[in-house]
């Protein structure tokens, strides 16, 4: 990430970004990671040097790069959020659950839930149902958003889908709008 830097609190690692914008990486799965840190630096620009000196003049061109790397040795997978936030404000706090299928926060007012389980199962965990391995469902400020990407059925909100493939719905202001691939 092009960063001035990158903080670790836990599961979360945070950059400050170099333009007011900064990441939160919030490492789900595993619970318990194990990051490393590091920088990489470098000065070349190569073919776009033209278009630098225009825009910069003279200036020196240097970039560098801060990274965080997650360890498992369990050889399974990896469950991470990427959140961006204006400096000064706060990322928000994501809670897992589901042994780490799932993760809740809730952002301006809205209940956003992403499932991203490593086999597909039933969970129910702060009233989203969900049968399958892919979702995602955001509820709040008068409108509810269930995309069911790899499963069988999705309810939060007071809503459900059910489909053979992949269906997103929008319910706001008393209508329902959506996308559907039920080409299978």
């Not at 945070?14 to 914008?21: F, K, P, S």
């Not at 990322?91 to 991203?116: D, L, M, N, R, S």
């Not at 399958?132 to 995309?147: D, H, I, M, P, S």
């Amino acid at each position: 990430c092009l960063a001035n830097g990158v903080k670790m609190d836990g599961g979360v690692a945070t950059y400050t970004g170099q333009l007011g914008v900064n990441l939160a990486v919030t490492l789900v799965e595993p619970g318990k990671p194990e990051f490393t840190t590091g920088q990489m630096s470098h000065n070349f620009i190569g073919p776009t040097m033209g278009f630098w000196r225009k825009v910069n003049g003279t200036n020196k061109f240097e970039e560098t790069q801060h990274f965080i790397r997650a360890k498992r040795t369990d050889h399974k997978g990896y469950f991470a959020v990427l959140y961006p936030f204006r400096a000064g404000e706060t990322a928000p706090a994501f809670v897992p659950w589901g042994q780490g299928a799932g993760v809740t926060t809730t952002v301006a007012g809205e209940k956003q839930t992403a499932i991203c389980a490593e086999q597909p199962g039933s969970f129910n965990e702060g009233g989203v149902v969900f049968e399958g391995q892919r979702a995602l469902a955001r509820e709040g400020n008068g409108r509810v958003v269930l995309a069911l990407l790899s499963g069988k059925r999705l309810e939060a909100g007071g809503c459900s889908v059910s489909a053979s493939g992949p269906v997103s719905i929008v319910l706001a202001e008393g209508r329902v709008t959506g996308e559907a691939n039920l080409a299978e």
